[in-house]
């Protein structure tokens, strides 16, 4: 494993080029962030009217020996949004949620049962809007086994991880298209074996490498 993929390279990374500090009005701005599922086709692609909901997804990258990996988990079938997609564990943020760092938090517990003392919190990405109206903070943290994950069974149908290396390499950072309601629409695709890692996930990860490796 190259240097550049270890644990320790891309926590420095993160410490150097991210912040736990956000603007106040992070989730208020009446504009688009520049990330967003309207990102690759502004002119193609209708969004609930800004700034959306808060909500905040974990983006915890694991320190293992052969190499950094991060955790995403499969949807289940039941769900009614995004049934059987790849995400990060996260989601709404609740008002007694102090910040987007204690919804990722609460929610990768509820949902994998992450413990929160193996995270180390690094840095926020860039906010992430998506087309169902989600104004998305991403958290990215440094996770260090040993830890057993537990899924919850209504919302979760897997949890498993995909080496760093993979997942920064731009190689991998497909453009794909689909037509939806008369209009093409353009997005971030990360094929891994099975998977297909794309929409929102794949845009966040896009986020990371260009904050952390460009």
């Given at each position: 494993?190259?240097?550049?993929?270890?644990?320790?390279?891309?926590?420095?990374?993160?410490?150097?080029?991210?912040?736990?500090?956000?603007?106040?009005?992070?989730?208020?701005?009446?504009?688009?962030?520049?990330?967003?599922?309207?990102?690759?086709?502004?002119?193609?692609?209708?969004?609930?009217?800004?700034?959306?909901?808060?909500?905040?997804?974990?983006?915890?990258?694991?320190?293992?020996?052969?190499?950094?990996?991060?955790?995403?988990?499969?949807?289940?079938?039941?769900?009614?949004?995004?049934?059987?997609?790849?995400?990060?564990?996260?989601?709404?943020?609740?008002?007694?949620?102090?910040?987007?760092?204690?919804?990722?938090?609460?929610?990768?517990?509820?949902?994998?049962?992450l413990p929160?003392?193996?995270?180390?919190?690094?840095?926020?990405?860039?906010?992430?809007?998506?087309?169902?109206?989600?104004?998305?903070?991403?958290?990215?943290?440094?996770?260090?086994?040993?830890?057993?994950?537990?899924?919850?069974?209504?919302?979760?149908?897997?949890?498993?991880?995909?080496?760093?290396?993979?997942?920064?390499?731009?190689?991998?950072?497909?453009?794909?298209?689909?037509?939806?309601?008369?209009?093409?629409?353009?997005?971030?695709?990360?094929?891994?074996?099975?998977?297909?890692?794309?929409g929102a996930?794949?845009?966040?990860?896009?986020?990371?490498?260009?904050?952390?490796?460009?």
């Open positions: 494993m190259r240097a550049l993929f270890t644990a320790d390279d891309f926590e420095a990374r993160a410490r150097a080029r991210l912040s736990l500090d956000l603007p106040d009005d992070v989730f208020h701005r009446p504009t688009l962030p520049r990330w967003g599922d309207h990102a690759l086709t502004p002119d193609g692609f209708a969004l609930a009217p800004p700034p959306g909901k808060p909500a905040a997804v974990l983006v915890p990258v694991v320190a293992r020996e052969g190499g950094a990996t991060l955790i995403l988990t499969q949807r289940t079938s039941k769900m009614r949004a995004h049934a059987g997609q790849i995400a990060f564990p996260g989601g709404r943020m609740d008002p007694e949620d102090a910040d987007p760092l204690a919804t990722a938090l609460r929610e990768a517990h509820e949902e994998i049962a929160a003392h193996r995270v180390t919190p690094l840095g926020y990405l860039d906010a992430y809007q998506t087309g169902t109206g989600y104004r998305i903070v991403p958290v990215v943290a440094l996770v260090r086994p040993p830890f057993d994950l537990a899924l919850c069974e209504d919302e979760v149908a897997d949890a498993f991880e995909v080496p760093l290396d993979f997942l920064m390499q731009p190689d991998n950072h497909r453009r794909v298209e689909m037509e939806r309601d008369g209009r093409v629409r353009q997005f971030y695709a990360m094929p891994f074996g099975d998977r297909n890692i794309w996930t794949a845009g966040m990860l896009r986020n990371l490498y260009e904050r952390l490796y460009l």
